[in-house]
């Protein structure tokens, strides 16, 4: 029970934190970002003992990636300005030697969170909306938590017994249930595109949101570790509480591209 009542208010506060940024605009949502994207930066450095010079220059080279993204995106820049950082990584990751687990920096962590905070305009205008990041954000913590929760209550049915005991078919079925009804809410709610659009967009988002739940946990495992860190009470580090978000964004990113160009 303790367990649970500290999970709940770190989500809580989290929620608050990340979506109060996105409705004060897209330098707040930018900051919060770059703080998630070092939170997380730092538990993977931690965890895999990089080089020290090294892995500051890799890390904050892919870093560049949001705030590049906030002038590409406010003042028109060409997206060329996008390769810088992906070209000092290269030469970061080439001259240092760091093993082939510093790809995570950029594909894992640095990627999904500026495709995340680039939904912010991809809707019909081209300036900012807080509203698809935050529905996107929204349905991946619905998941999260019913699958938890029924998982937890219901759960009999392991779903990866070797990489995620806790994993249950009935947790998963659960969350992708109440995620469904989440997007058809926001449909509701907004009018943005159509049910069916938002029941599909659901179903990828419980199911790449497992994946980067599984995918978490297959690191720990092999690097022998419970949580990343242990930041937020209840959930771990940043990446534990993150990880579904970091294989939904670029699937989202790519879906509205679609979406939009079919319009």
Known sequence: M???????????ALIILVAGSMLLGPVPFLGILIIVYSLGYIELFRLYSWKV???????AS??????????????????VWLVLPALW???????SGTPVSSVLIILWLALPLTAFYNLGWMGETQSFNHLLPLAVIAL????????????????????????SPGKTWEGFTGGSLFTIIGGWLFHRATGDHSATVWMIISLVISTLGLAG?????GIKR???????????????????????????????WIIMVILNYNQ
């Open 62 to 79: 892919a870093g560049l990636l949001l705030p590049l993204s906030y002038a590409i995106m406010h003042y028109q820049w060409g997206p």
């Open 140 to 163: 991946v913590w619905i998941n999260d938590t019913f699958a938890y929760l029924v998982g937890t209550l219901l759960g009999k049915h392991q779903l990866t017994p070797r990489l």
């Open 53 to 59: 010079w090294p892995g500051l220059l890799m890390g």
């Open 2 to 12: 303790k367990e649970l009542i500290l999970r709940t208010l770190t989500g809580i």
């Open 89 to 95: 990584w290269g030469i970061g990751y080439l001259w």
């Open 222 to 252: 092999k690097m022998n570790v419970k949580n990343m860190g242990g930041l937020l009470p209840g959930h771990g580090g940043v990446l534990d509480r993150f990880d579904s978000l970091l294989f939904v964004a670029p699937a989202m």
């Open 213 to 217: 739940d599984l995918f978490e946990s």
